[in-house]
C-alpha cells in the first residue's frame, strides 16, 4: 500500500533537501532584498563576471559571438561576452526586488526605475476586446513586461520556462506569482492553456530567442536556427495582432520597454498567416533588438544547432 520502505525513505529525504535547498533560496533573496535593488544587482553582476567566464557556456557564448561577427576584434568578442554576463547577473539579483523595479507611472512628472516607449499598444491591447501575442526575447531583465501588463490591466498569461532546479524553481514562481499575471510552465499539454487563453480573449506572451528542437527554421542572425512555431500557429488560428516587446537596460540601474505596433505578418494565398513566415518576422525583430545591445543578449544559450544542408555532388 504504502511501497517498500527504500523508497519511502528516498521520497522522505528527497523533500527535506529540496526545503532544505527552499530555504537557502530564500535566505539568499532574503539578504538581496536587505541590501537593496542597486547593491543586489551590482553584487550579482560581479559574482557572474567573475565565475562565468570559467564556465562551460562561456565557450559557447564566445563562438556564438564570433560567428555572428567574425569581423570584430577579439577584444570586443569578449566584451560583449564580459556584458552578457554582467547582464545575467544582474538580472539575478533584481529577481527579488521584482515588484520595486517596474514603477512607471504615465501621470508622474518624475521619471522613476522604468520608462515605458508604447504604452498606447499596451493600453489598446487591453481595450480592443481581442486576443493577441506579444512575443519577447532575453534581452536585459526579460521579466519586466510581463509586470507591466500585469499593472496595465492587461488580461495576458506569461509562457516560462522553470528553472532544473526545484528549489529555485519553487522560490521564483512564488515572485513571479506575486507580480505577474497569468503564469503557464513550459510543459507537455501547455499548448492547450495557451489556446484557452487565446479563446477567451486574452494575451498570451512568450520568449521566442531559444533552440526548440521541432521547430521551423528562420533565419537568425544570418545563420539557421530553430524556433517554436507555436505564436506562428496561434496568429494564423486566431488572426489576432501580434506585438513584439523588449527590455532595453539603461545606466543608472534603469530601464526602458519598447512595445512595436502590430507586424504586418506575411500570409498564404488564401489570405492565412504563414507560420514559418510569421515566425521569421517575428525573429527578425528579436535580431534588431540583439544587434542593437548585443551585450545585453543571453549568448550563453546554445541557440544555433541546425546542421548545415550537404554540399551539392560536383557534376
Known amino acids: 500500500m504504502f511501497g517498500p520502505p527504500h523508497k519511502?525513505?528516498?521520497?522522505?529525504?528527497?523533500?527535506?533537501?529540496?526545503?532544505?535547498?527552499?530555504?537557502?533560496?530564500?535566505g539568499v533573496f532574503g539578504f538581496a532584498r536587505f541590501i537593496g535593488p542597486e547593491r543586489?544587482?551590482?553584487?550579482?553582476?560581479?559574482?557572474?563576471?567573475?565565475?562565468?567566464?570559467?564556465?562551460?557556456?562561456?565557450?559557447?557564448?564566445?563562438?556564438?559571438?564570433r560567428a555572428v561577427y567574425p569581423n570584430k576584434p577579439d577584444a570586443e568578442v569578449k566584451a560583449i561576452a564580459r556584458g552578457a554576463w554582467d547582464n545575467l547577473g544582474r538580472t539575478g539579483g533584481e529577481y527579488p526586488h521584482l515588484s520595486r523595479l517596474f514603477d512607471f507611472d504615465p501621470d508622474s512628472p518624475v521619471p522613476g526605475r522604468t520608462e515605458v516607449d508604447g504604452i498606447d499598444h499596451f493600453l489598446a491591447l487591453r481595450d480592443d476586446h481581442k486576443p493577441g501575442i506579444i512575443f519577447s526575447s532575453h534581452l536585459a531583465n526579460w521579466e519586466l513586461p510581463a509586470i507591466c501588463a500585469a499593472r496595465f490591466g492587461l488580461d495576458a498569461t506569461a509562457v516560462f520556462r522553470a528553472p532544473n532546479d526545484p528549489a529555485i524553481a519553487r522560490v521564483l514562481h512564488e515572485i513571479r506569482s506575486e507580480t505577474m499575471g497569468g503564469l503557464e510552465a513550459a510543459r507537455q499539454g501547455a499548448a492547450f492553456a495557451m489556446q484557452g487563453a487565446l479563446e477567451k480573449g486574452g494575451h498570451l506572451g512568450m520568449l521566442i530567442d531559444q533552440h526548440f528542437t521541432r521547430g521551423v527554421i528562420v533565419d537568425?542572425?544570418?545563420?539557421?536556427?530553430?524556433?517554436n512555431p507555436i505564436l506562428g500557429k496561434f496568429a494564423r488560428r486566431f488572426d489576432c495582432p501580434v506585438h513584439g516587446v523588449r527590455v532595453i537596460r539603461l545606466p543608472g540601474h534603469r530601464f526602458r520597454l519598447q512595445l512595436t505596433p502590430p507586424l504586418d505578418l506575411p500570409r498564404d494565398s488564401d489570405g492565412q498567416v504563414n507560420v514559418q513566415g510569421a515566425m521569421q518576422a517575428m525573429t527578425s525583430v528579436v535580431e534588431s533588438w540583439v544587434r542593437d545591445t548585443p551585450e545585453q543578449w543571453l549568448w550563453m544559450h546554445r541557440r544555433w544547432r541546425v546542421k548545415p544542408a550537404p554540399a551539392a555532388p560536383s557534376t
Open 8 to 26: 519511502r525513505s528516498r521520497g522522505l529525504g528527497s523533500r527535506i533537501l529540496e526545503a532544505a535547498m527552499v530555504g537557502l533560496v530564500r
Open 40 to 65: 543586489s544587482a551590482n553584487l550579482g553582476a560581479a559574482l557572474a563576471r567573475t565565475v562565468g567566464p570559467f564556465l562551460p557556456a562561456h565557450k559557447t557564448a564566445l563562438n556564438n559571438i
Open 220 to 227: 537568425f542572425m544570418g545563420r539557421p536556427a530553430l524556433v
